[in-house]
């Protein structure tokens, strides 16, 4: 089992930028990261291959970047033009055994973090 830490998490205006971060306890393979709002299901935000191919959801398309670093074991999320409809708990998951990433629509069992609280305000 993976440990998975996530840091980078806070308050922003709209407009706003964010960078998150999560580590791995060791090597993982696929890697993405999820996002809940109050109230709201756990949906996807972007994900990125062991070999560094990256999917994105509609909402993160043009405004999310996803970047790994394998030799670190980590991933961050580079979020601009934040929205308030951004809020939400942001939770990095992993699927430790498979280097490439299903799509992000599709249930897996992931390994999740704990999560990190981005909220943006208007």
């Known amino acids: 089992q993976v440990h998975l830490a996530e840091s980078g998490g806070g308050s922003v205006q709209a407009g706003g930028s964010m960078r998150l971060s999560c580590t791995a306890s060791?090597?993982?393979?696929?890697m993405a990261w999820f996002r809940q709002a109050p109230g709201g299901a756990r949906e996807g935000v972007a994900s990125?291959?062991?070999?560094?191919?990256?999917e994105y959801t509609d909402s993160a398309k043009d405004r999310f970047t996803i970047s790994r670093d394998n030799g670190k074991n980590t991933i961050d999320l580079q979020m601009n033009n934040l929205k308030p409809e951004d809020t939400a708990m942001y939770y990095c998951?992993?699927?430790?055994?498979?280097?490439?990433?299903?799509?992000?629509?599709?249930?897996?069992?992931?390994?999740w973090g704990q999560g990190t609280q981005v909220t943006v305000s208007s």
């Open positions: 060791g090597d993982v393979g696929c």
């Open positions: 990125i291959s062991r070999y560094g191919s990256a």
């Open positions: 998951a992993a699927l430790p055994w498979s280097y490439v990433c299903p799509p992000l629509a599709l249930k897996r069992s992931y390994e």
